[in-house]
């Protein structure tokens, strides 16, 4: 299969052929084409898969196909994500692909200015990658036009619904035209996005790339008993004397990020931590240290850590195991990206044996232990007991957490 035959144009192939692309990934082969016929889609996809070229590209090819007249601060193009770095992202991806087309793109997202935003719409642009809260603000301050709108797009919509962004994705829907294409994108189907897919789609083709619940092949992972007192000294060894360049470490709290930063820092290791407490400049700041290997290692919580594209990144570590196992797919995700192969290692203590269970469970496999030596866990600790209740609560509700919860989910 080639790019080739899926209906873009040449401007594009070009730009396709200079980013080293030498064939479609499976979910670009099926989504490229039903997007240039004006289809709505329902996509089961997660990040890794190339789905951001899977809409960017069709999305492009349909732009360029016509020139309508636009009037200032109306837009053909939406696209909506959760977090600031993936709106970030999908519009460099746009940026990237369209490079050989005149259409214009922005982003939009809180944490920032308004007022650039705000003029860059009044002068007049194509396509808007946005977060819902900073949208929805501009929207009300008639800072945006609708009325034209050709596509949305609502990417990682699970993503969306767990951080609470329904009821602003709801308000800025009846702003738009009814006559329009959607494109949704989703890593998991809850019933809140079944009913969010049914209300907003109109005859859906459906999208499914790599069986849900299963990870990626190509990715190895292994887990390191060890007690939890002692995580910290065993990350440090490792990363010393496996001599990882870049390696992403989960925690699961943003007090716990910092905590752990702090103390890599002290010990000799360049770090930074990213969540949802740091300024929109220190975060990008971070990412771009850890991209350029400035910083050793880059210390995330889930939220944050969501859609941030780093090519080739060898080692993910789960330094705390995520309480939902879907958040443990997501995490190693973020290694053996697009063919490459990755390592996943998890600091597992005994208050974490059932969170472990879970995970095998939910991704089908059992998961290699390896006990480092020195670090076998101390018998006489037992084990503190999940609860299990707080976390389902907080899963449905996508709520944030509680401070010192140790099991809660963080919003980060
Ligand atoms: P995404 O799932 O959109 O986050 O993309 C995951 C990674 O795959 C990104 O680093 C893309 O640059 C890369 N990628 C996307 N499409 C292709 C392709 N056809 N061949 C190789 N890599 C790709």
Redesign the pocket.
């Known amino acids: 299969m080639s790019f080739t035959t899926l209906g873009l144009n040449e401007a594009l192939l070009k730009a396709i052929k200079e980013?080293g692309?030498?064939?479609?990934?499976p979910i670009?082969a099926k989504a490229i084409p039903t997007v240039i016929e004006s289809k709505d889609v329902l996509a089961a996809a997660q990040?890794?898969?190339?789905?951001?070229?899977?809409f960017t590209l069709p999305i492009l090819q349909r732009l360029s196909q016509t020139q309508p007249h636009m009037k200032p601060k109306q837009i053909r193009v939406l696209v909506l994500t959760p977090t600031r770095e993936l709106a970030a992202q999908v519009e460099e991806s746009i940026k990237t692909y369209g490079k050989y087309l005149p259409h214009s793109s922005t982003v939009i997202f809180g944490g920032v200015g308004i007022n650039p935003q705000l003029a860059a719409l009044r002068k007049g642009v194509e396509i808007v990658v946005a977060t819902p809260g900073r949208l929805l603000d501009i929207a009300g301050q008639k800072g945006i036009d609708f009325s034209a709108l050709e596509t949305l797009v609502l990417d990682e919509a699970d993503r969306m619904l767990d951080m609470g962004f329904i009821h602003d994705i709801k308000k800025l829907m009846k702003m738009m035209p009814k006559q329009k294409q959607t494109l949704l994108f989703s890593a998991t189907f809850s019933k809140e996005i079944k009913q969010l897919a049914s209300s907003l789609l109109h005859n859906p083709v459906l999208i499914e790339v790599a069986r849900e619940n299963t990870t990626a092949t190509q990715i190895s992972q292994v887990v390191h008993p060890v007690d939890k007192s002692r995580k910290r000294a065993l990350l440090t060894q490792l990363i010393k004397e496996k001599q990882w360049s870049q390696v992403l470490v989960f925690t699961r709290t943003k007090h716990g990020a910092n905590r752990l930063t702090k103390q890599l820092s002290e010990a000799g290791i360049g770090a930074a931590a990213i969540h949802g407490d740091k300024s929109q400049g220190a975060r990008t700041k971070a990412l771009a240290a850890f991209k350029s290997n400035t910083i050793q290692v880059l210390v995330a919580t889930d939220i944050a850590a969501r859609g941030i594209?780093i090519?080739q990144l060898p080692h993910v570590v789960n330094y705390e195991l995520p309480n939902v196992p879907e958040d443990y797919v997501h995490r190693i995700g973020r290694t053996g990206?697009?063919?490459q192969s990755g390592e996943a290692v998890s600091l597992v203590c005994i208050d974490e044996h059932k969170l472990l269970a879970d995970i095998e469970r939910f991704t089908k496999s059992k998961i290699e232990k390896v006990q480092i030596e020195g670090y076998t866990p101390d018998p006489s600790i037992k084990a503190e007991p999940i609860q299990k209740k707080q976390q389902n609560r907080n899963r449905s509700r996508g709520a944030s957490p509680r401070n010192g919860n140790r099991n809660s989910r963080s919003r980060a």
Do not use: S, V
């Not at 692309?21 to 990934?25: L, M």
């Not at 990040?47 to 899977?54: D, H, I, V, Y």
């Open positions: 980013t692309y030498t064939a479609p990934t670009q990040t890794g898969t190339g789905k951001t070229a899977g594209d090519d990206r697009a063919g």
